[in-house]
DNA sequence: CCCGGATCCTGCTGGC
DNA sequence: TGCCAGCAGGATCCGG
């Protein structure tokens, strides 16, 4: 589901409702929903513990809790979501109940998410791990993901000058949470609208200063989407209330094939890159040259 | 190592 | 009306 802005929407949600609460109960009723890396005893070990952070880096969340060497950490796939005191649901994975009587559930229809938990563990740049956090430590399962554009601890012509080393299509890249996280379909074909860059253009042609560019081009996108609450086109994507953000009104590329450009009039075009949907404009969307620019 | 494609799931939509 | 292929905001693994 969730791109970086709908699962800080989440999170938000979630550290308003959590901070300060104390687990005192929780249930599992979906197997796989719960990674097998897993004892129930880990969850044990988090009941009768505050929640200390509600952190985020990049499309992972994870709760921290007073005095506890592991994080629960939470990835939604392509259909989670997690609701505070929402009726029960056919999809319920797991729920967790906290001293003021609220119960937050972990709901995926999709089943790609997951529930685990997972031990913390330094950071590699002794940086804090991600938003809503300052504590350098972060689950050793996320210590792969890159930091995202709107993570100010993110080495930004570090993160450039590793994706000039690849030759894929720069939306692949964008794609690729090992440069930077947080991006996903939607805001790849966005962040390319904006940076007009056609998604097909290899990284490696584009030059670390035009790379730095999209980089932050796609930190704007998303710091306007968290904004606006994350994007929302059924009740699948909605925040922990369960309501819906209102993003997708702003969309100026995907979902709009046949409409005209925002920018030029010319129609957006749907095609297929790396077996995901593709929005582009086939007129101001260029190969990425910018003859007179900078980019080297 | 680097790249692209297949794969895990359920539910909804659109075309015949 | 009914059926089913195709598609969906993701991450990971595997083969070439």
Same mark, same amino acid.
């Given at each position: 589901?969730?791109?970086?802005?709908?699962?800080?929407?989440?999170?938000? !949600?979630? %550290? /308003?409702?959590?901070?300060?609460?104390?687990?005192?109960?929780?249930?599992?009723?979906?197997?796989?929903?719960?990674?097998?890396?897993?004892?129930?005893?880990?969850?044990?070990?988090?009941?009768?513990?505050?929640?200390?952070?509600?952190? *985020?880096?990049?499309?992972?969340?994870?709760?921290?809790?007073?005095?506890?060497?592991? %994080?629960?950490?939470?990835?939604?796939?392509?259909?989670?979501?997690?609701?505070?005191?929402?009726?029960?649901?056919?999809?319920?994975?797991?729920?967790?109940?906290?001293?003021?009587?609220?119960?937050?559930?972990?709901?995926? /229809?999709?089943?790609?998410?997951?529930? *685990?938990?997972?031990?913390?563990?330094?950071?590699?740049?002794? +940086?804090?791990? @991600?938003?809503?956090?300052?504590?350098?430590?972060?689950?050793?399962?996320?210590?792969?993901?890159? +930091?995202?554009?709107?993570?100010?601890?993110?080495?930004?012509?570090?993160?450039?000058? *590793?994706?000039?080393?690849?030759?894929? %299509?720069?939306?692949?890249?964008?794609?690729?949470?090992?440069?930077?996280?947080?991006?996903?379909?939607?805001?790849?074909?966005?962040?390319?609208?904006?940076? /007009?860059?056609?998604?097909?253009?290899?990284?490696?042609?584009? @030059?670390?200063?035009?790379? /730095?560019?999209?980089?932050?081009?796609?930190?704007?996108?998303?710091?306007?989407?968290?904004?606006? @609450?994350?994007?929302?086109?059924?009740?699948?994507?909605?925040?922990?209330? @369960?309501?819906?953000?209102?993003?997708? +009104?702003?969309?100026?590329?995907? !979902?709009?094939?046949?409409?005209?450009?925002?920018?030029?009039?010319?129609?957006?075009?749907?095609?297929?890159?790396?077996?995901?949907?593709?929005?582009?404009?086939?007129?101001?969307?260029?190969?990425?040259? *910018?003859?007179?620019?900078?980019?080297?």
């Amino acid at each position: 589901m969730p791109e970086l802005p709908e699962v800080e929407t989440i999170r938000l !949600g979630v %550290a /308003q409702r959590l901070l300060g609460r104390t687990l005192s109960d929780f249930a599992v009723f979906s197997a796989r929903a719960v990674r097998k890396e897993d004892n129930l005893a880990d969850f044990d070990d988090f009941v009768g513990k505050p929640v200390a952070e509600v952190a *985020r880096r990049g499309k992972f969340l994870w709760i921290v809790f007073e005095g506890a060497p592991r %994080a629960l950490m939470v990835h939604l796939g392509m259909s989670g979501q997690l609701l505070y005191d929402s009726p029960p649901h056919k999809h319920t994975a797991a729920t967790f109940s906290f001293d003021d009587g609220g119960t937050l559930a972990f709901v995926d /229809q999709r089943t790609f998410g997951y529930v *685990r938990t997972s031990q913390l563990i330094p950071t590699a740049d002794g +940086r804090p791990a @991600g938003e809503g956090t300052q504590r350098t430590e972060i689950p050793a399962a996320a210590a792969h993901i890159a +930091r995202d554009p709107l993570d100010p601890h993110l080495d930004l012509a570090e993160a450039a000058a *590793r994706m000039s080393r690849t030759s894929s %299509a720069m939306k692949r890249v964008l794609l690729d949470q090992r440069f930077v996280s947080g991006i996903g379909n939607i805001y790849a074909d966005e962040t390319a609208w904006a940076a /007009q860059l056609n998604p097909t253009t290899a990284s490696s042609l584009l @030059g670390e200063e035009e790379l /730095q560019r999209v980089i932050a081009t796609a930190g704007e996108v998303m710091a306007k989407a968290v904004a606006a @609450g994350g994007t929302s086109f059924d009740a699948l994507y909605v925040n922990v209330e @369960g309501e819906s953000g209102y993003f997708s +009104r702003e969309l100026t590329a995907y !979902g709009r094939a046949g409409l005209p450009c925002a920018r030029c009039g010319t129609l957006i075009v749907k095609t297929v890159l790396g077996g995901r949907a593709t929005y582009v404009c086939p007129s101001c969307q260029t190969t990425g040259y *910018r003859p007179q620019g900078s980019a080297k």
